[in-house]
């Protein structure tokens, strides 16, 4: 069976409309190429990273569309602070602009905010305006868009190292009920599937400390379209990209 996606400008041919049965369940992407758009354009990097708000609004209708059930979005790295100070406060804004912008169109569009990162050591002007649209979202059942926000997966892991450490000091738990499962419920992602496709943008071939435990099995797909330049028709190329891929797990 397929499905048609009536809101790509260019309607797909048949032959290569997506399949409802092997549509990505969850997609993650590391948004990368902002400051390199700004600059071939003589524009301040801080351009780019706002010409790629715009990219987040559009690809997030397009995969409501597309029925895929959960966005992963990698937006601040726990490295990213090694940014200019300035970088740092207007990446770290961009939150609260794009909720203030596109908070009735996410609720409309029956939207869920999700998080994953270290989120109390971020600033309070995006802590407060990423937990009120968490709250206002909280009951919504489409989409999850869930943002990597102050998010590193070695540190992610080394958390939850400490946590089963702690449990088992304490005798909370035995070592032999620690399996993959088990261990998973101590990631930022507990109780969130593991992505089926993700999508770098920029021409770079690197996970740069992006959910290197999830992506075990996760099928990958590189574009070197800018951020800002990436559109729905380059989402759709992808998903399509996905949907042709013979998935095996390791079997045969
Ligand atoms: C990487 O590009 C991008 C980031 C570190 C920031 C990503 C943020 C956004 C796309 C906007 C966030 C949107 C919302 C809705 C919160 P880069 O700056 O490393 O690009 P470069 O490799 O060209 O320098």
Redesign the pocket.
Known sequence: MSIKIPFLSKQPKESDSLSEENAPNHVAII???????A?KRGLP?FA??KE??S??NKIVKTAVRANVKVLT?????TE?WKRPKQEVEY?LK??KE?LHVYLPSLMENNVRIQTIGDFQSLPGYTQEAVNYAMEKTKNNDGLILN?AINYGSRHEILKAVKQIATELKEENIDIDSLDEEAFSKHLYTNGVSDPDLLIRT?G?YRLSNFMLWQLAYTEFWFTDK??PEFTEETFHEALLAYQQRKRRYGGI
């Open positions: 948004m990368d190429g902002n400051g390199r758009w600059q990097r780019g990273h790629g708000v990219t987040v979005l990698y937006t601040f790295s990213n990446i961009l939150p794009f943002f920029g770079e800018l951020w």
